[in-house]
Each structure stands twice: as structure tokens, then as C-alpha cells.
């Protein structure tokens, strides 16, 4: 029987990669919407064009463009055993129309909403000290630094900021986050399917955490 995740927390609590270590455990697709927006945005798409001034400003994707592209993933066949839901809903608007999909397309609804909670002030550190060279490497500025100032220790092309990590751009996001995002703690608590996750721990650790919510050995 297919099963139905979402998981929570605001932008650099790890959400990412904890969604594919998740998704490689029990066996569902990991649909991010993050992904989606980049692919349309990369292929040109009208969606793409559309949702691209957004995702610059740091602001969310409205509703009916978001809606628009997960309706069309979850019905693609890799979805059949499930699926995990990262960066989706967002609002609790899109939650309460993400569990009508779910109840009439497939007469499901999620399992479960295990939610990384991370301090604001460790947030801004995390994601305005990352750096990446235009080959796609990825270094930060206290955990991860370059040998070298400014410089790719892989190629040795210069280091970059992007517009999305600069400070203001990612207080911005957390901001954004609590405003239209945190209200859907309280949606899925009353559900009794939200499992809070320290986020303050190693990836390790929250993955432990986030594994014993969705009751996986």
C-alpha cells in the first residue's frame, strides 16, 4: 500500500537530504518541489518563467503554480509505492488541497509530517556562508571552507555567493517560512500526525530521529 510523507522545516534545516536518505529507506519517490521549479525554470517552461522572479526574491511560488506541477509528478509511475513530500505544502491552503488530491486520486492520506525545527540565528549561519564555484562545487565559510580564500579546492575556478544565500535573500526566506509555513504545524499537529525533529543535531542523528517517527528499523 502506497504511503504519503511530508516533511517540515524552515530553509537550511536539511530537508534535502534528509528527504533522499528517507525516500532510498522505505522504498517511495522523493519529490521535491525545489527540483520541479529549477527544471521548469532551466527548460524555459511557461511555469519556469513565471515562478522564476519569485524564487529570485526569495519569496514563495504561488499556490496554483506549485499545485500545478506536483498534480503532474505524483501521477508519474515511480510515485506508485508512495512518495515524500519536501518543500510541499507550504501553506495551509495547499495542505488542505494536497490532502484532497490525495483522498480523491488514490484514496490515501499521509502517514505522517515529521517536522525539523531549527533556531533562526543557526539558519543564517548555515546558508549565508555557503560558497560554490561555477562547476558546482559547494563549500561554507565555517564548516566546509576552501583551502584557499575564495578559491575551488576541486578545479580552482573562483568562488561565488548566490543570490538565494546572500544574507538579506535568506532572511528574507526564514521570514516568509514563518509566516506562511509555520501556521502548518498547527494544522498537522491537530491532525496527530506532526513528530517534531531537533534539527540542531548531526545529519545522523536527525535521520535516527526522523526514522523512529515513521517507525523504520
Not at 50 to 57: D, L
Not at 150 to 169: I, S
Request: proline residues 5%.
Amino acid at each position: 500500500m502506497a504511503k504519503y510523507y511530508v516533511l517540515l522545516g524552515p530553509p537550511g534545516a536539511g530537508k534535502g537530504t534528509q528527504a533522499k536518505l528517507i525516500s532510498e529507506k522505505i522504498g517511495v519517490a522523493h519529490i521535491s518541489t525545489g527540483d520541479l521549479l529549477r527544471e521548469n525554470v532551466k527548460n524555459h517552461t511557461a511555469l519556469g518563467h513565471e515562478a522564476e522572479g519569485f524564487m529570485n526574491s526569495g519569496r514563495l511560488v504561488p499556490d496554483d503554480l506549485i499545485i500545478s506541477m506536483v498534480r503532474e509528478r505524483i501521477g508519474e509511475p515511480d510515485c506508485a509505492q508512495g512518495v515524500l513530500m519536501d518543500g510541499f505544502p507550504r501553506t495551509v491552503a495547499q495542505a488542505e488541497a494536497f490532502d484532497r488530491m490525495l483522498n480523491d486520486s488514490f484514496g490515501a492520506k499521509i502517514s505522517c509530517v515529521p517536522c525539523i525545527d531549527v533556531p533562526a540565528v543557526l539558519l543564517i549561519e548555515r546558508l549565508s556562508g555557503r560558497m560554490m564555484c561555477p562547476n558546482g562545487h559547494v563549500f561554507h565559510q565555517v564548516f566546509n571552507p576552501p583551502a584557499a580564500e575564495g578559491v575551488c579546492d576541486e578545479c580552482g575556478a573562483a568562488l561565488y555567493q548566490r543570490d538565494d544565500d546572500k544574507v538579506e535573500t535568506v532572511t528574507r526566506r526564514i521570514e516568509v517560512y514563518e509566516n506562511q509555513t509555520a501556521p502548518l504545524i498547527a494544522y498537522y499537529e491537530k491532525a496527530g500526525i506532526l513528530v517534531k525533529i531537533d534539527g540542531k543535531q548531526r545529519i545522523e542523528g536527525v535521520t535516527a530521529q526522523i526514522f523512529q517517527a515513521l517507525d523504520v528499523a
